[in-house]
Protein backbone atom coordinates (compact mmCIF):
# COMPACT_ATOMS: atom_id res chain seq x y z
CA UNK A 1 0.00 0.00 0.00
CA UNK A 2 2.96 2.07 0.95
CA UNK A 3 3.97 2.03 -2.83
CA UNK A 4 0.90 2.90 -4.51
CA UNK A 5 1.00 5.77 -2.40
CA UNK A 6 4.23 6.61 -3.63
CA UNK A 7 3.39 6.38 -7.46
CA UNK A 8 0.11 8.25 -6.52
CA UNK A 9 2.27 10.96 -5.24
CA UNK A 10 4.44 11.02 -8.25
CA UNK A 11 1.15 11.26 -10.44
CA UNK A 12 0.01 14.15 -8.41
CA UNK A 13 3.80 15.73 -9.52
CA UNK A 14 2.46 14.94 -13.14
CA UNK A 15 4.73 12.15 -13.78
CA UNK A 16 3.72 9.41 -16.32
CA UNK A 17 5.40 6.76 -13.99
CA UNK A 18 3.77 3.43 -15.34
CA UNK A 19 5.23 4.80 -18.39
CA UNK A 20 8.67 5.77 -17.39
CA UNK A 21 9.20 5.34 -14.01
CA UNK A 22 12.41 3.21 -13.26
CA UNK A 23 13.43 1.91 -9.51
CA UNK A 24 17.04 2.37 -9.19
CA UNK A 25 19.03 1.73 -5.91
CA UNK A 26 22.16 3.07 -5.65
CA UNK A 27 24.18 5.15 -2.86
CA UNK A 28 25.80 8.19 -3.40
CA UNK A 29 28.23 10.68 -2.23
CA UNK A 30 26.34 14.04 -2.44
CA UNK A 31 28.52 16.08 -4.71
CA UNK A 32 28.01 19.37 -2.72
CA UNK A 33 28.18 18.62 1.00
CA UNK A 34 29.63 15.07 0.77
CA UNK A 35 27.14 13.22 2.69
CA UNK A 36 27.14 9.62 1.99
CA UNK A 37 23.49 8.99 1.28
CA UNK A 38 21.98 5.49 1.51
CA UNK A 39 19.35 5.02 -1.98
CA UNK A 40 15.87 3.24 -1.84
CA UNK A 41 15.14 3.12 -5.82
CA UNK A 42 13.20 6.52 -4.84
CA UNK A 43 16.05 9.05 -3.57
CA UNK A 44 16.77 11.99 -5.80
CA UNK A 45 18.71 14.04 -3.61
CA UNK A 46 20.66 14.22 -0.46
CA UNK A 47 18.72 14.38 2.63
CA UNK A 48 21.34 16.39 4.49
CA UNK A 49 21.88 19.60 1.95
CA UNK A 50 18.42 18.85 -0.59
CA UNK A 51 20.73 18.91 -3.63
CA UNK A 52 20.08 16.74 -6.34
CA UNK A 53 21.87 15.76 -9.56
CA UNK A 54 20.50 16.04 -13.46
CA UNK A 55 20.37 12.41 -14.13
CA UNK A 56 17.29 11.43 -15.27
CA UNK A 57 15.62 12.07 -18.14
CA UNK A 58 12.34 10.05 -16.49
CA UNK A 59 13.14 9.10 -12.89
CA UNK A 60 15.31 6.36 -12.62
CA UNK A 61 16.63 6.12 -16.74
CA UNK A 62 20.05 7.62 -16.08
CA UNK A 63 19.87 8.81 -19.27
CA UNK A 64 20.09 12.87 -18.58
CA UNK A 65 23.56 14.02 -20.63
CA UNK A 66 23.69 17.18 -18.58
CA UNK A 67 25.50 15.42 -14.90
CA UNK A 68 24.58 18.93 -13.71
CA UNK A 69 24.57 19.80 -9.84
CA UNK A 70 21.04 20.49 -9.13
CA UNK A 71 19.94 23.08 -6.77
CA UNK A 72 17.09 23.32 -4.36
CA UNK A 73 15.85 26.46 -5.24
CA UNK A 74 12.51 26.84 -3.89
CA UNK A 75 9.79 24.53 -1.53
CA UNK A 76 5.70 24.66 -2.50
CA UNK A 77 3.58 22.48 -0.37
CA UNK A 78 0.71 20.60 -2.14
CA UNK A 79 -2.09 18.35 -0.30
CA UNK A 80 -0.07 18.72 3.60
CA UNK A 81 2.95 17.30 1.69
CA UNK A 82 6.55 19.45 0.80
CA UNK A 83 7.86 19.29 -2.76
CA UNK A 84 11.50 21.01 -4.00
CA UNK A 85 11.94 22.58 -6.73
CA UNK A 86 15.13 21.49 -8.12
CA UNK A 87 16.96 23.94 -10.76
CA UNK A 88 20.22 22.85 -12.78
CA UNK A 89 23.01 25.05 -11.99
CA UNK A 90 24.30 23.72 -15.57
CA UNK A 91 21.58 23.86 -18.30
CA UNK A 92 18.68 25.73 -16.30
CA UNK A 93 16.39 22.41 -16.21
CA UNK A 94 13.67 22.93 -13.51
CA UNK A 95 12.09 19.57 -11.23
CA UNK A 96 9.87 18.83 -8.70
CA UNK A 97 10.70 16.35 -6.49
CA UNK A 98 8.46 15.00 -3.33
CA UNK A 99 10.35 15.52 -0.07
CA UNK A 100 11.08 12.45 2.31
CA UNK A 101 11.10 11.60 5.83
CA UNK A 102 15.00 11.50 6.00
CA UNK A 103 15.44 15.50 5.13
CA UNK A 104 16.01 17.89 7.24
CA UNK A 105 13.36 19.74 8.08
CA UNK A 106 15.49 22.72 9.12
CA UNK A 107 16.48 23.38 5.59
CA UNK A 108 13.44 22.49 4.26
CA UNK A 109 11.91 25.43 5.81
CA UNK A 110 15.11 27.85 5.02
CA UNK A 111 14.22 27.03 1.70
CA UNK A 112 10.60 27.55 1.80
CA UNK A 113 11.32 30.66 3.85
CA UNK A 114 13.42 32.29 0.76
CA UNK A 115 11.50 34.55 -1.58
CA UNK A 116 11.00 33.03 -5.14
CA UNK A 117 12.91 33.00 -7.66
Not at 49 to 62: A, E, F, I, T
Request: aromatic letters at 12%.
Amino acid sequence: MVFLEYIHSFLDLGYNVFMSFQRTIEDFRCENCGFEVKGSGYTNHCPRCLWSKHVDVNPGDRLAECKGMMEPIAVEQKNGSYIIVHKCIKCGYEKKNKTSPEDVFDVILRIASRPKP
